[in-house]
């Protein structure tokens, strides 16, 4: 029993019906960041919501592409690297970070975040985060639960056309 257990098991955790499998469901919240163009597509309730302009990696490279998971929020996060309170004009997070696990992190390395440097969005300045403007993080922000999954690509794809492939539209 246990032989057959498990593989059944593994296979259930992996698939896209558990919340921590590889897609969204039909409705769920789905983030979708195209580092071609430097947006962010809000998907939910089967279509896109909101598309925003951003900020990624100075190299392509820097920032990861695949499908994560949503594993941390905070209001006004503590920028650990520069010992920079949260609130403070001088934080380069901004307002809000919602953190995902790529590369095996834990959702404190890379995340999309605001920024205090609004001329950055749309360019490719980052670290590897994915940034944009203070307002449109705090308004995004109460609408992507953790466990939320988001895709970072590159793309000539439309995000509807993203968002079909991988669950979250039908």
């Known amino acids: 029993m246990t032989n057959i257990l498990s593989p059944l098991l593994l296979a259930f955790f992996l698939s896209p019906l558990w919340p921590l499998g590889l897609n969204p469901l039909p ?31 100075k190299t392509d490279e820097l920032t990861p592409e695949g499908v994560f998971t949503i594993t941390v929020k905070a209001e006004n996060p503590y920028y650990r690297r520069g010992e920079i309170q949260g609130g403070d004009p001088k934080n380069p997070l901004g307002a809000r970070w919602i953190g995902f696990d790529a590369q095996g992190t834990d959702g404190r390395i890379y995340g999309i975040h605001g920024t205090n440097q609004p001329s950055s969005i749309g360019k490719y300045v980052s670290q590897g985060c994915i940034r944009t403007q203070n307002e449109v993080i705090s308004s995004l922000f109460p609408h992507i639960p953790l466990g939320t999954k988001i895709l970072v690509t590159t793309t000539k794809k439309s995000f509807e056309i993203l968002a079909k492939e991988h669950g979250a539209i039908n």
């Open 27 to 57: 409705g769920d919240p789905f983030v979708i960041v195209n580092k071609s163009t430097n947006e962010l597509a809000f998907i939910k309730d089967n279509r896109v919501q909101t598309i925003v302009s951003v900020g990624t990696g």
